[in-house]
Every structure is written in structure tokens, then in C-alpha cells.
């Protein structure tokens, strides 16, 4: 599946007008066959670092992030700068989610209780039509101390069916994320009764051995081998430097219909500006 995408503030070409209208076309016929084949119950999920998500972001950025996540029932979002600037970012994106057609909601936890220059906020942003959030989303409040920016939870409801997805943003690789992700094998028992889905940064890859406690209770990365993160330039394997985000679900209670990640730095003249939108992609799934 390829997901539309409007460049932002840089002049329209004609190549990138054919580009948009080719993405648009792909994008609906895979709308057709969900309909077609019965999928059209299925739930669509999309997780991405927003990389200082607040005030840096202009109304086109705003914008053009927003053409992407229209494309998905869900959203959670990690960054979101944890001054005011944060907030009204959110909301400024949620009312351009709302002018693209749909109806959204959305939810946005206080600032992690990590210091003050790392404290971050997270964001789940749904639409109305498809999903309902059951009692208030929270901050994981038993491993805070142990966890520097400790996970968002929130509960949703779709046709009977809840769904906690859990939001993460790691610390950075050089300080070793897998000393707290470790608290991580805990969770399920601290919430025996939902159905938790783990997404976000983890900087880490999911082949790490730290992650293999939850893997032994039944969960799956979403991904694997897929580097997810921008390099500084591109090189002649690629422009992705690292396999940091994932989503861990269990199979057991949840079927993977599609995934995929989206390429979104393509559609900017280099990296660098590309990287005023975010230096990680989007990756998605639509599940059962």
C-alpha cells in the first residue's frame, strides 16, 4: 500500500502532482478491495516520532503531516515537546485531520516525570467514526522511576472489541534503552485484563535479547530487519540508518492483515529537509 503525501512548503512540480494523483488512486483501489474482501472491519494503526513535535512545526508541515495520518484509524505519536507548544501543536494538527473530511479525537498525556530536559508528552489521535477511547488514557505510574519517559496507555473500543496500545519513547541508544525497556516484561502481568499493543521509538532493534521475555509470552514484533530511523545522508544501501521502531502485538489475539513503513523523506529535495517533518519514518499495520 502506498500512502499519499503532499510536500509542504517547497513549489509542486509536475512530477510530484502525477506522484500524488498515482498515490491517491493506489491508495483507494487497496480501500476497494478492504470493502471487496471483507476488511473493511479491520482497525488501521500508525506509529511515528515526531521529532520535537510542538511550535518548530509550520501550518504546512502541520499539513502535510496530517495527509499522512488521515490515512489511519489511529495514531500515536511520541515527541510531542512537553511545553505548552506541544499541546496546541496537537491540536493544530487534529484540526487539520478534521478539515480533511473525517471526523478526530484525541488525547495527549502530561509530561513524563524524567528530568526536565528529557520529560516529552505522547498523543493518541483517532477517528470518531471508527474507534471510541474507553475511561482516560495514563502514564505508566508503577515503573516511572525506572522508565525515564514511561509509556502511554490508552484503552479503545471498536465493534465490542477493546485494545490498550502502549506508546513509547526510549532513551537514546548511547544510554543503553535496554535497562528500562527490561520493566517492560512486567506490564502484562500489571494489566492481566486488556489486550496491551507496545509501539513506538525503542531504539533498540527487536532482535535484542532484552526484548525476549515478551516474546515468550506470546508477543511479535511487527517488524524485523526494517531500519526505520534517517541517516544523516544517504549512501548506496538506502537513506534509513536503524531498526528502532516496532510494534509488539500478540498474534494470539491479533492478525497482521498488512505493514508496511512510509517513506515520507522521498517526497523532500534531501534528508535535511526532510528531517524538519521528523528523522524517523511512520510505520503502519491494519489488523483483525
Known amino acids: 500500500m502506498t500512502i499519499e503525501s503532499q510536500p509542504n512548503h517547497h513549489r509542486i512540480t509536475n ?12 491508495f483507494l483501489l487497496f480501500l476497494i478491495f478492504a470493502q471487496a474482501t471483507g476488511m473493511g472491519g479491520n482497525i488501521s494503526m500508525c506509529t511515528w516520532n515526531l521529532k520535537d513535535f510542538g511550535n518548530t512545526k509550520n501550518d504546512s508541515e502541520i499539513k502535510y503531516i496530517a495527509g499522512i495520518l488521515k490515512n489511519y484509524d489511529i495514531n500515536a505519536i511520541q515527541e510531542v515537546v512537553a511545553k505548552s507548544g506541544g499541546t496546541q501543536a496537537v491540536a493544530r494538527l487534529v484540526d487539520a485531520l478534521n478539515r480533511s473530511g473525517a471526523s478526530w479525537d484525541y488525547c495527549i498525556s502530561n509530561p513524563t516525570s524524567s528530568s526536565a530536559s528529557s520529560s516529552e508528552r505522547y498523543a493518541f489521535i483517532w477517528n ?8 482516560d488514557a495514563w502514564l505508566e505510574k508503577k515503573y516511572n522511576s525506572e522508565i525515564d519517559r514511561e509509556p502511554y496507555f490508552a484503552t479503545f473500543n471498536t465493534d465490542g472489541k477493546t485494545f490498550t496500545f502502549v506508546s513509547f519513547h526510549a532513551i537514546s541508544k548511547s544510554r543503553q534503552p535496554e535497562t528500562e525497556i527490561k520493566y517492560f516484561k512486567f ?4 494489566y492481566p485484563k486488556l489486550n496491551l499493543i507496545f509501539c513506538g521509538d525503542f531504539n533498540l532493534s527487536e532482535s535484542h535479547s532484552v526484548f525476549d521475555p515478551l516474546k515468550a509470552m506470546g508477543y511479535s514484533s511487527l517488524l524485523q530487519g526494517q531500519k526505520t530511523s534517517l541517516r544523516n545522508r544517504c549512501l548506496s544501501d538506502g537513506c534509513l540508518a536503524s531498526e528502532y521502531d516496532n510494534i509488539f502485538y500478540t498474534p494470539a489475539t491479533l492478525k497482521v492483515i498488512q505493514k508496511g513503513i512510509v ?10 529537509t526532510a528531517k524538519g517533518i521528523s528523522d524517523h519514518v511512520p510505520m503502519w499495520v491494519v489488523f483483525q
Request: aromatic residues 12%; hydrophobic residues 40%.
Open 187 to 190: 506490564l502484562p502481568a500489571e
Open 263 to 272: 517513506l515520507f523523506y522521498k517526497d523532500f529535495p534531501d534528508l535535511e
Open 128 to 135: 470518531k467514526s471508527k474507534l471510541s477511547k474507553v475511561g
Open 15 to 26: 512530477f510530484s502532482i502525477m506522484k500524488q494523483l498515482l498515490q491517491k488512486t493506489t
